[in-house]
């Protein structure tokens, strides 16, 4: 579960609440906003897979609760 505060159109202090994929995706676009890319929150030594050896896989994302 992912808690956003942020500030509505009207100007108003506002709470979100994502959870699961919608967490993952919104906690990676808040990343974004602070100029951090995916890259800085992998382990040390941790290489990224390449695109193309992971498009079209079919593998579902899995989340643990």
Do not use: C, I, T
Request: net charge positive.
């Amino acid at each position: 579960m992912l808690r956003v505060e942020h500030e509505s159109v009207d100007s108003l202090r506002r709470f979100s609440v994502f959870e699961r994929g919608l967490a993952r995706l919104v906690a990676h676009e808040l990343d974004h906003l602070a100029g951090k890319l995916y890259r800085a929150r992998m382990r040390p030594g941790v290489e990224p897979m390449p695109v193309a050896e992971y498009r079209g896989s079919g593998s579902a994302w899995q989340y643990r609760r």
